[in-house]
């Protein structure tokens, strides 16, 4: 039976060649230096031998109650005036109020979005919105209009 070895150790090259040419028939023996560089295999990147920069992390904006939004201006209080009766409503209901206040109706599914972010519509079905009970209670505390000055007198 045979028990083959490996073993791995450290010797001066000078000696090597010694013991070899004494024990060994060697007649022509040619010895060429390797020199040691890391070995980059299939398992190892190519990209982790690199150093990248690293990038700085990207700030994002937070959506819906990162900011502040006025219920009683604009295309959101023609919104919440035709929501206000407690009916769902499709967004085509608001378009006349919208167009007659001179204001665009493409952007008036993103406004009732952002209302539903807020709390203030809600939507029973796709398509239709209602308003929330918040949303009501806000509606009904909205801020009195400015008096004319003929008015006052």
């Known amino acids: 039976m045979t028990i083959k070895y490996k ?3 450290t ?20 010895v060429e230096e390797v020199p040691e560089r890391p070995l980059v295999t299939k398992e190892t990147p190519i990209k982790a031998l690199r150093i990248l920069p690293v990038r ?13 939004l006025n219920p009683y ?8 005036a035709t929501l206000a009766d407690g009916e769902p409503h499709t967004g085509n ?5 919208m167009m007659a206040a001179g204001y665009a ?10 209302l539903k972010r807020h709390g203030y519509v809600v939507q029973p079905r796709p ?3 209602r308003l929330t009970p918040k949303g009501k209670t806000v509606w ?12 006052r007198a």
Request: charged letters at 20%.
């Open 7 to 9: 073993l791995g150790f």
């Open 11 to 30: 010797i001066d090259s000078q000696t090597l060649f010694g013991i070899l040419s004494k024990f060994l028939p060697i007649e022509d023996l040619s």
């Open 56 to 68: 700085a992390p990207q700030v994002r904006r937070k959506k819906g109650n990162g900011y502040a």
């Open 73 to 80: 201006a604009g295309c959101n209080a023609i919104i919440m």
């Open 93 to 97: 209901d608001c378009f006349p109020a």
């Open 105 to 114: 109706t493409n952007g008036l599914y993103g406004r009732l979005d952002r």
């Open 127 to 129: 398509g239709q919105w």
């Open 140 to 151: 009904n505390e909205r801020p009195a209009t400015a008096l004319n000055i003929e008015e």
